[in-house]
């Protein structure tokens, strides 16, 4: 069984979007990425995160219940824990953060569990670059590091993330923060100028227009599934990362032919994440559903051409 | 041999982009268009349009030596070729019209030559639905009518638009088009009002992030091939509706399936279409380049995953 282990936020998030508005709910990178990655078999998935004593049992459940395991989830007596509020514009494209409280986060200095000191996969989802650092020292040897990162660290702690870039294996980023990181507006040149800070693979995520995988001279895209209805993107990145490196974790294979497969795998996820509120939809998502929206996937891009 | 007839405008283009800009040069819907079909082979292109006395031969050497029939591209005595100006922001995803000159095209009544009017597909690039509506009554029961149109004519337009699109079989518009016609932000809702109009199958063209084709309850998606650099998209939907419409011109099979195919076409060729200014590049093309990049938007695309 591989070990999979997940880095970032456990937070409480309040939304509004043009759809409605939630109180404040369950959120965090981490506990999207873990519960995406819940959805694959014969994985050992641990978080690596920190909460305040105001977080709920409830919420705790639902990690249980998933065997998602929680030895790494730090609770500070007396803390509180992470919360952010934003507010989706009409577009879902682009929102506001209207709140944002560390909390807990501001000194939060991770330990991995002894038992995930081997993991085979670790998926670094948005923090503070010397969180994420301190992580990678503590690990040893992964057969493969996921990095996920925001505009909001280049901005404030480009030379620490510039070092964390450049010891993992694969990053993802959204378009603009590869722009801006690169300072190329082509997202090829982006690409290949990202890959020459270090990580072999580069995944440039576009949201509702899909994401593009680059190793070598190669290029894969994966297109966002057209909904019917999209209420919240909040997590879906994140998701998309879970999705991503679960798959892996399962199948044991990091060539660049299975993480393409990965990649339709997490984009198949993040479909369902926006569907509903926060991880509402996470929460209630069966294997049917997934299979079956797989199959979209596929009848969505499979073309036959003559080539010859 | 297939009959084509490609209508909508043969111009002068004045175009600034971040890169640079160029004199007036050749432009025009249904030059991007007939100059994109004339890749295939086994059809016979006809352009009905309209120029001034001003259109240098050159020009009209560049019809003839690609058979492109130019007897339904009219000559007014006196007159003056519509002439556009527009400049590229930093985004090239965005532009602003500078100078629109209708001149010859304010009181165009086409004439579709009496070879054409058996024509299997019609192309009817961006113009005014009267013009689009003359055409269309002027045809005789083509196997295939696809319109082209844009947000100016539902502005202005909208009535005769709606007629327009309740004749044809294929639209293909851009995603903000898409959403202004069918007031759907969703472009998934947003098709299928569309096809409610009339067009049984709807190509929402989304520039840099591909295009998606809907037809009963499938869609299929298309990628835009990721570029080092993206010089001039002057023409580029143009040619890809060109290339759409010239690959099922060729093969003479318009089912869904082949369609996909068609779409894939279309995006190759618009690729090459935004790599140089103007119809620079489209006039350079090598049938090797174009079988190359094809192999490209495969790999791109093409995964194999297990839905078992």
Known sequence: MSKLLCVGTVAFDKIETPFGKTD???????????????????????????????????????????????????VVEGGKTFFWSGEYHNDMNTRDTLDTQLN???????????HYLDAEI????????????????????????VLDTMNFWMDSELELLVKVISKVDVITINDEEARQLSGEYSLVKAARKIRDMGPEYVVIKKGEHGALLFYEDEMFFAPALPLEEVFDPTGAGDTFAGGFAGFLAQSKDISFKNMKRAIIHGSNLASFCVEKFGTEKMLQLQDGELKSRLANFESLTQFEINLT
């Open 24 to 74: 404040k709910i369950l959120g965090g990178a981490a506990t999207y990425i873990a519960l995406s990655a819940s959805n694959f078999d014969n994985i050992d998935i641990g978080i690596v995160s920190v909460i305040g004593e105001d977080f709920p049992q409830d919420y705790i459940d639902i990690f249980n219940k998933r065997n998602i395991n929680i030895d790494g989830l730090k």
């Open 104 to 114: 807990v986060l501001e000194n939060f200095d991770p330990v991995v569990p002894k």
């Open 122 to 145: 670790v998926m670094l989802g948005n923090l503070h670059p010397a969180v994420q650092m301190s992580v990678i020292n503590q690990v040893k040897s992964p057969k493969l590091i």
